[in-house]
């Protein structure tokens, strides 16, 4: 591949998110401009928008837990949710092809990202290793508790998450005392 052909790819597949998130109808965009000549097929733009979700999820997990590590459940379901928010056409076509692949080599590629994408999920919050067999079933229990978090909720910014308490705390003994007054 080329170097301008590289940046025309790119071009292309942040079109196709556009439309997608324009779209909303878990569909596939194979009519925007540049899909036909930046990609072999389905499966090649579907692969580059998995790729691209998977970047944006691992991305958000690592700013989650920066500012909220000690309920690592819930900053990767947040941090789930908030990829879910940013990229909601991506999403809902990731979700369309994997309940229902054109072919079988599309059910194996959304069967092994949805796997991965599970992997992810029960390694960050802390519940499995890699190697664990259930990583499966627990990155499941994250994303559908994600996907609950994301339909009620607007976007949460780690910033927003975690915020530092604004009244001084005063020193050990003086909160030791109020605890004892009270």
């Given amino acids: 591949m080329t170097w301008k052909a590289f940046h025309s790819r790119g071009e292309t597949l942040r079109s196709v998110i556009?439309?997608?998130?324009?779209?909303?109808?878990?569909?596939?965009?194979m009519d925007v401009e540049g899909?036909?000549?930046?990609?072999?097929?389905e499966l090649d733009l579907l692969g580059a928008l998995t790729l691209k979700w998977h970047t944006r999820l691992s991305g958000q997990i690592d700013r989650m837990l920066a500012h909220q590590p000690m309920d690592?459940?819930?900053?990767?379901?947040?941090?789930?949710?908030?990829?879910?928010?940013e990229l909601a056409g991506v999403r809902l076509i990731i979700d369309?092809?994997?309940a229902n692949p054109s072919d079988d080599a599309m059910a194996t590629a959304m069967a092994s990202a949805a796997f991965k994408e599970q992997q992810l999920l029960a390694v960050n919050a802390g519940r499995t290793s890699i190697a664990d067999e259930t990583a499966r079933r627990v990155g499941s229990e994250i994303e559908e508790r994600a996907r609950l978090l994301h339909?009620?909720?607007?976007?949460?910014?780690?910033?927003?998450?975690?915020?530092?308490?604004e009244e001084p705390r005063g020193t050990l003994i003086a909160r030791l005392r109020a605890v004892v007054a009270a």
């Fill in 151 to 165: 339909r009620g909720i607007p976007m949460i910014s780690a910033d927003v998450q975690y915020a530092e308490p």
């Fill in 96 to 98: 369309h092809y994997s």
């Fill in 72 to 85: 690592l459940d819930e900053a990767v379901a947040i941090a789930w949710s908030n990829t879910a928010h």
């Fill in 18 to 29: 556009a439309t997608s998130a324009v779209r909303r109808d878990g569909l596939l965009p």
């Fill in 35 to 41: 899909v036909a000549t930046g990609f072999r097929d």
